[in-house]
Structures are given as C-alpha cells and as structure tokens.
C-alpha cells in the first residue's frame, strides 16, 4: 500500500515519510529539525500541522485506491487541536476516514511522539473529490 | 510501536528564548522619554525568519496596525501540494497563519510573552493562483488573561477574495511555561 503512495512535494521536502502501516493506513513520520522548528527545541504548530494534514490525505488516498478511485482531492478546511507541546523528537501521523462519500470525505488525524497513547495534536479535515 | 532513534545533535540553531525576544535586540532609537520598547511585528520579523521552520519557508513582513500583522509565504516550486498544479499546499499556508496568528496577539498586547495554539480552524475558499506568493493577514480580537482570540484571511492580492478564512485559539502562558503556569507543569519532561 505506502508504495503507491506519493507524497507532495511539500511533505517530501519537509522530511515527511511513511514509515509503516495501521489497520491498513499508513502512518507518516518526521523528524526534529531546524525545519520544524518553532520554538526551540519545539515543533512549530505550522509543522506539525503540515504532518497531521499529509497524513490525512495520504489515508483518504489509500482508501479511494482500494475502491478503484483517482479523483483530484481539494482542501475545504481543517481544524488542529493542539494538545500538547511537539518536543524535539520524531513525530508521527495516522490518518482515519470517518465517512466516504461521493463528493466529500471526513477524516480525523492524530499525532503523536514517543507515547502513542498521549497525542499530542489531532485534526479533523473535510475534503472535496472531484 | 514506533521507537525515535533519532537523537538531536547538532541542532539547527542556538538560540535561547531571549535570542528571538524582538524587544531585547531592538536598537535604541526612541527618544530618551519613551518607555521602553513595545513588541514591533517589522522589527521582530529580523530574528524571527532566520531560524526554525519559519525560516526554511521564507516567511517576510508585509504589514501590520494596532492588532494585525500581515506576513508573506513566497512562492516555491517545493512547497507545492498537488503534482498537476503549480499553486502552493494548504501545509505552509497553516504555518504562514499559525505564525501571523501568533505576531497578532504580540502586536496586540505590545509585548513577547510566549503563547501555544490550542486551536486553529483554516476554510480553504479557493486554491491560490499559480505561481502566486500567499499573504496572510490575522488581527487578534479580543485577549482575556489567559487566552487570545484570533481571525484571518490568506490572500494573494485581492483581500475582497480571499484564498483561506482561519479563526483561533491561543493559551497565553508566562515567560517560563513550567513555572509560570502550573497547568503545564507536567509538560516539561518528556
């Protein structure tokens, strides 16, 4: 599955992989660096939010591949909560589809570090299929 | 289970907290009567781009009033999000808010005291233009003790049609989070 799937440019040049799967999802990771760095020796919310987004498409892609679908996917919002303090360590993202549809797709994403059990943001995004 | 190997050597930069507190570099220019200096957005933007996550996106100033900053992400082939269209991700366009967001609520209370997102909503109204730099302009509305209120557009050069909506949520917390703040006291150490 992960083979199939190709990141943006924006996530490959942040330093955004998949490094694995979930329950068929995959899971994106990437590491701490003066690229996600906001304040220091912290994740900048900016970068953790490109993570938990990435993650969210690359679980909606892997889902309509399963179902035989390529349609073109456009962003109408997302909402983060940010729960805690992104440190300087790796971070991680897996994407969950909440709803399927036609048009549009509801999906819920969780980062998390070294606990997998204390996320430290989360986002809801509903996005468009053309 | 996920194991970070990864152990940060050799970070990017140095700086301590103070090295990116605007107020502390800002030459004096004033005048000897006025009191000492307030948060400035323009001024700030000299530290603040050089390092970190804003930095490697290029992050510029652009504008800023009593309440608002406006901050500009130039456009760049790498940054992109769709491989069939040359317009910039959604991904830096969060960052871009997330950051002006941030120099709202300083330009607002005139001082640098740390603040964390808790909440930050982007509306995606339209993909930008291609090729086109994305400006986002936030103005934070109301601060309470503990927490400041913030609403934006994105634009690329028309603010009557905008490219994103963003309203959010910050914590303000004190100039030390461990001490200042007991809520975040169990944060410190991982």
């Given at each position: 599955?992960?083979?199939?799937?190709?990141?943006?440019?924006?996530?490959?040049?942040?330093?955004?992989?998949?490094?694995?799967?979930?329950?068929?999802?995959?899971?994106?990771?990437?590491?701490?660096?003066?690229?996600?760095?906001?304040?220091?020796?912290?994740?900048?919310?900016?970068?953790?939010?490109?993570?938990?987004?990435?993650?969210?498409?690359?679980?909606?892609?892997?889902?309509?591949?399963?179902?035989?679908?390529?349609?073109?996917?456009?962003?109408?919002?997302?909402?983060?909560?940010?729960?805690?303090?992104?440190?300087?360590?790796?971070?991680?993202?897996?994407?969950?589809?909440?709803?399927?549809?036609?048009?549009?797709?509801?999906?819920?994403?969780?980062?998390?570090?070294?606990?997998?059990?204390?996320?430290?943001?989360?986002?809801?995004?509903?996005?468009?299929?053309? | 289970?996920?194991?970070?190997?990864?152990?940060?050597?050799?970070?990017?930069?140095?700086?301590?907290?103070?090295?990116?507190?605007?107020?502390?570099?800002?030459?004096?220019?004033?005048?000897?009567?006025?009191?000492?200096?307030?948060?400035?957005?323009?001024?700030?933007?000299?530290?603040?781009?050089?390092?970190?996550?804003?930095?490697?996106?290029?992050?510029?100033?652009?504008?800023?009033?009593?309440?608002?900053?406006?901050?500009?992400?130039?456009?760049?082939?790498?940054?992109?999000?769709?491989?069939?269209?040359?317009?910039?991700?959604?991904?830096?366009?969060?960052?871009?808010?997330?950051?002006?967001?941030?120099?709202?609520?300083?330009?607002?209370?005139?001082?640098?005291?740390?603040?964390?997102?808790?909440d930050l909503r982007v509306d995606y109204q339209r993909p930008a233009r291609e090729r086109a730099s994305v400006r986002g302009r936030v103005e934070c509305y109301?601060?309470?003790?503990?927490?400041?209120?913030?609403?934006?557009?994105?634009?690329?050069?028309?603010?009557?049609?905008?490219?994103?909506?963003?309203?959010?949520?910050?914590?303000?917390?004190?100039?030390?989070?461990?001490?200042?703040?007991?809520?975040?006291?169990?944060?410190?150490?991982?």
């Amino acid at each position: 599955m992960p083979e199939r799937l190709e990141l943006p440019a924006y996530a490959r040049s942040l330093g955004i992989v998949v490094i694995g799967e979930e329950g068929g999802m995959p899971v994106l990771s990437v590491e701490f660096g003066p690229m996600v760095e906001g304040r220091p020796q912290h994740f900048h919310g900016g970068a953790t939010a490109g993570l938990l987004e990435n993650a969210g498409y690359a679980a909606l892609r892997t889902a309509l591949l399963a179902a035989g679908r390529d349609p073109q996917l456009k962003p109408i919002n997302i909402t983060v909560q940010y729960l805690a303090a992104g440190k300087s360590q790796a971070s991680f993202a897996l994407g969950r589809i909440t709803r399927l549809g036609r048009r549009n797709a509801n999906v819920t994403v969780e980062a998390w570090q070294d606990d997998r059990s204390r996320p430290i943001a989360t986002a809801v995004m509903n996005i468009l299929m053309v | 289970m996920q194991t970070a190997t990864n152990k940060v050597q050799g970070k990017g930069c140095d700086m301590k907290l103070n090295d990116c507190n605007p107020v502390a570099h800002t030459p004096m220019h004033h005048g000897m009567t006025t009191p000492p200096a307030r948060f400035d957005a323009r001024e700030a933007s000299r530290w603040f781009f050089r390092h970190g996550h804003t930095g490697w996106l290029g992050l510029r100033f652009t504008d800023q009033g009593d309440n608002w900053v406006e901050l500009e992400l130039p456009w760049r082939e790498d940054l992109l999000g769709d491989r069939s269209r040359p317009v910039l991700a959604s991904g830096p366009i969060i960052s871009l808010m997330d950051m002006a967001s941030g120099m709202a609520i300083w330009q607002a209370s005139g001082t640098f005291n740390p603040v964390a997102t808790l909440d930050l909503r982007v509306d995606y109204q339209r993909p930008a233009r291609e090729r086109a730099s994305v400006r986002g302009r936030v103005e934070c509305y109301r601060r309470t003790r503990s927490a400041a209120f913030v609403r934006g557009i994105a634009h690329d050069g028309d603010l009557n049609d905008p490219v994103a909506h963003v309203a959010g949520v910050f914590m303000t917390i004190g100039a030390d989070p461990r001490q200042a703040n007991p809520a975040l006291a169990g944060e410190s150490n991982a």
